[in-house]
């Protein structure tokens, strides 16, 4: 990977609504696109990746998608609960160490 | 369950002295990295290995240097700290041959203050 553009930096949403955060690639040798969680004061932990060779990867609430031609990768939470208040990074590599975004504050609002 | 431990969670240093974060797994894991953590800029890797007595330099390797004597252990050496090296630092590891893409493993990190 080169270089991982992250958006929005920070996201406030109320209880219950969806959230997106959306990373942009410019390396396109790039197949493995991780998504890190890191809440208030622990380590990062993944929480869902997806590969090249599939377009949408769901896992209960959270889903990732991959637009390979577009070289951009979203993360989709539903029915947010204030749990999922962290801070989320994109993550994408070829074969190279992974090349983190800059992070994303998410804030549920109850 | 995997275990990456780095040695301190806090520490504070002078302008100049030779600091040593250490980090260990106990997964026998061959992929061992150091990346720092700074408000608005993400996680940006220092220096990575893939084997034992192997290392390679990352994004940012400046002003810092590795040691891996031992699969199990991975050590960040600041030869000489100042204070722009004031940061939290994330040891990680991952299995797989080299190269591959496979998940990471964090430690819960060192925030260290240089003063």
């Known amino acids: 990977g080169e270089n991982v553009e992250q958006h929005p930096s920070t996201l406030s949403v109320q209880e219950g609504d969806s959230a997106v955060i959306k990373c942009t690639y410019s390396?396109?040798?790039?197949?493995?696109f991780p998504w890190y969680k890191q809440e208030l004061g622990k380590r990062p932990q993944l929480i869902i990746d997806?590969?090249?060779?599939?377009g949408e990867k769901k896992d209960q609430r959270i889903a990732v998608t991959l637009n390979k031609t577009a070289k951009h990768f979203s993360l989709h939470i539903t029915e947010t609960q204030p749990e999922d208040s962290a801070v989320y990074f994109c993550?994408?590599?070829?074969?190279?160490?992974?090349?983190f975004g800059k992070g994303t504050r998410l804030s549920v609002i109850a | 369950d995997v275990k990456v431990t780095q040695s301190s969670r806090y520490l504070v240093k002078r302008t100049g002295e030779k600091v040593f974060l250490e980090c260990v797994q106990d997964?026998?894991?061959?992929?061992m990295f150091w990346y720092r953590q700074d408000p608005g800029l993400g996680l940006r890797l220092i220096y990575f290995s893939y084997d034992v007595k192997m290392k390679e330099k990352g994004d940012i390797p400046e002003g810092y240097s590795v040691s891996r004597e031992k699969k199990e252990r991975f050590s960040l050496i600041l030869e000489s700290a100042s204070t722009n090296q004031t940061s939290m630092y994330l040891c990680?590891?991952?299995?797989?041959?080299?190269?591959?893409?496979?998940?990471?493993?964090f430690g819960s990190g060192t925030q260290l203050s240089v003063l």
């Open positions: 390396d396109s040798a790039s197949n493995y």
């Open positions: 990680a590891s991952s299995f797989g041959s080299y190269r591959a893409s496979e998940k990471l493993f």
């Open positions: 997964m026998d894991h061959e992929n």
């Open positions: 993550a994408e590599t070829g074969n190279t160490p992974l090349v």
């Open positions: 997806i590969r090249s060779n599939v």
